[in-house]
């Protein structure tokens, strides 16, 4: 009975111990200090369903810069109790700082479009970028608002 004990002392502190999931991903934006969190964004089946989408636009008005996924100590402890059916994650977004990206650019290399406008807008607007980026030779960025 000690023997069944210990072996399962041991396994549940191997397991507690080994370390915590953590993934990152950066757009090459400059991060300011504006950060948004969501410290329990559900996730379902060990991951399999992921959490919601994650609607940073409302806090970032100049982008993301970075977000982090990761299970925190808590996160898998709860993982674990429900048999990973329940797995909540960390998510932080790191809104990008309002120098960097589509603020720097001029207007000539920017199409700005309305979020709430309908296909045949938003499929001109994609022409529109397509011929000033083949008339200029450089990039053309849609910001879509």
């Not at 953590?22 to 200090?33: I, K, M």
């Not at 409302?58 to 996924?69: I, L, M, P």
């Not at 329940?86 to 700082?97: F, G, L, N, R, S």
């Not at 709430?116 to 001109?124: A, K, N």
Request: include cysteine; glycine fraction near 4%.
């Amino acid at each position: 009975m000690n023997r069944i004990i210990s072996t399962l002392a041991l396994s549940m502190m191997i397991l507690f111990l080994s370390g915590c999931y953590h993934a990152q991903v950066t757009t090459g934006l400059e991060p300011s200090a504006q950060v948004y969190e969501e410290t329990f964004a559900s996730a379902w089946i060990n991951g399999l369903v992921p959490p919601s989408l994650v609607r940073a636009q409302d806090e970032c008005s100049n982008g993301v810069a970075r977000v982090e996924t990761r299970l925190s100590f808590v996160n898998m402890l709860v993982g674990f109790l429900t048999f990973s059916i329940y797995t909540p994650m960390h998510i932080k977004v790191t809104c990008a700082a309002s120098s960097s990206g589509v603020n720097q650019m001029n207007n000539t290399n920017l199409v700005r479009v309305e979020s709430s406008g309908s296909d045949e807008v938003v499929y001109q607007a994609f022409a529109n970028a397509v011929e000033e980026s083949r008339k200029s030779k450089k990039p053309v960025y849609i910001d879509f608002r």
